[in-house]
Every structure is written in structure tokens, then in C-alpha cells.
């Protein structure tokens, strides 16, 4: 893909809209098969996020190319000043065009509009990509204190972004 075919995709970030909530959870859904198990936490929160993400402070938003959902991602309340980037995910037709980058710029830009001084995520190793473009984009590797004990089997590791 050229940077002349990147620049011809229109995406418009939203937030969350109940007509797009079964995309939140397909697109995690098709990510995490794909790399790992779908853990039993993993289904809490993406069977409903209303509950377990909106209700608790978060928000969920959704890119759109053309009227159709390209990807996804959440910021999870953790403390008054303190959100998670959490369930980033850009479905396979449209990887490689930029959304990732977007859905991240609207998490941040949404986290220091809700007050937050700091912006956590936790990955895996292996997802080389997301990792590369969460350092480009200012996150920094830390230690797993930042974002409290792991619901989670797979391996983890935690990235920070101070926002101060």
C-alpha cells in the first residue's frame, strides 16, 4: 500500500453507537483467535461493554470507512486520572491504512479531555505491529505496577504515556 492510496481512505472516528456494538466484540473476537485464546475476561467485557466500559467511566469508539466498521478500541476507567487503551482492533481488509493510528489519536485526545495525566495499555510481544505504533506514538514500555494485577493468562506486557 502507497502513502498516495493511504491518503484516498476516508475514516471518520465516532463513539460508541449501539448500531455498531456487536463490531466491537467480532473484531476483538477475530484478533484474539488469531494470536491467542479468548480468555474468560475478555468475554465480560466484550459480550457487554456497555456495562463493563461506558457505564464505568469509559468510552468505546468505532472507525468507520464508507459507513462500515474498519476498527475499534476502548478506554477503560482505572483511577480519576488514570484510563486504559484497551481492545484495539482493525479488521484485516483494512489493516495497514492508518486506523490503528486514528483510533489511537482519538484515545488520547479523549483521555486528556476526561482529565487523565496517564494512559496505560497492555500487549503481547508478539503483536510487533501494535507495539510499533504505540511507541511511535509516545507510549513507553513499564512495569506491570502501572496497570494493577492482569486478568489474563497470556502474557502481558504494559506500555504507559504520561499525558501531564
Partial sequence: MTDESQKKI???????????????RELNYEWLKKYFDVEPYDRIVLENPVNHIIKMGGVIFFALVDNEV????????????????????????????????????????????????????????????????YQKMGFDYCGLNEIGPLPYIRETVVMKMDLS
Fill in 70 to 133: 474498519a476498527g475499534t478500541c476502548a478506554l477503560m476507567k482505572h483511577a480519576e486520572k488514570k484510563y486504559e487503551l484497551a481492545k484495539m482492533a482493525v479488521t484485516d481488509k483494512f489493516q495497514n491504512l492508518g486506523i490503528g493510528r486514528k483510533l489511537v489519536e482519538a484515545a488520547i485526545e479523549k483521555s486528556k479531555q476526561l482529565g487523565a495525566d496517564k494512559l496505560i495499555l497492555g500487549t503481547s510481544k508478539c503483536l510487533k505491529a501494535a507495539n510499533h505504533l
Fill in 10 to 24: 476516508l475514516v471518520k472516528i465516532i463513539e460508541f453507537d449501539p448500531r455498531y456494538a456487536g463490531y466491537f
